[in-house]
């Protein structure tokens, strides 16, 4: 019988693998060829198939994504007119009229809570989040100088009722909370109206 002596180190790791694959080890083994033949087992036992152990250790992404909170229609649409938006002018005054010739702009709003934007709500649901009108001409609008006022725009809005929930992939996640509120989505409709104090 011959006796076969392996060195530590990479030559006798390879040559502990070879004898691996013909069988057993030559008896004249000593505990350091049995011991490197053991850290070579430990490495290399899954069954032939190498993707098991990345499978166990490495995540699987079943849905890429992070979960966004996304609003569904309820109910609605109810016309509201001529909501207060703004002021357009700062400070309260006496005055005999107001001009008016910038564009004026009118977004969308939601329900305090709902974890959305007013035009991000209108988005998800299919109907327009802003509106922009453009005067062409100046516009002159009277007031009573014996009144504090301020120029101020007003619109007309849809009122759709809508609940919000995390959504992943188009769907809800499941077991989400939803929360319900109110989306106005403007129209067409803008006003320059003066507000009293």
Do not use: I
């Given at each position: 019988m011959k006796t076969i002596s392996i060195r530590d180190g990479l030559l006798g790791a390879l040559l502990v693998a070879a004898l691996m694959g013909a069988g057993t080890l030559p008896a004249s083994a000593d505990a350091a060829t049995v011991?490197?033949?053991t850290v070579a087992t430990?490495?290399?036992s899954n069954d032939g198939d190498e993707t098991d152990v990345a499978d166990d250790s490495t995540p699987r992404c079943v849905v890429c994504?992070?979960?966004v909170k996304r609003a569904v229609k309820v109910s609605g649409p109810v016309l509201v007119q001529?909501?207060?938006v703004k002021y357009l002018t700062e400070a309260w005054a006496?005055?005999?009229g107001y001009s008016w010739n910038s564009s004026t702009t009118v977004s969308a709003t939601v329900s305090a809570g709902l974890g959305?934007?007013?035009p991000t709500a209108s988005s998800n649901i299919g109907v327009s989040g802003t509106v922009t009108k453009s005067y062409s001409i100046t516009v002159n609008i009277a007031a009573s100088s014996t009144r504090y006022s301020k120029l101020g725009l007003a619109s007309n809005?849809?009122?759709y009722g809508i609940k919000t929930a995390y959504h992943q992939d188009g769907k809800p996640v499941p077991g989400a909370t939803w929360t319900f509120g109110d989306?106005?989505?403007p129209t067409k409709d803008q006003y320059l109206i003066v507000y009293y104090q």
């Open positions: 011991s490197t033949r430990a490495a290399t994504g992070a979960p001529k909501k207060f006496k005055s005999t959305v934007s007013g809005y849809n009122k989306l106005y989505a």
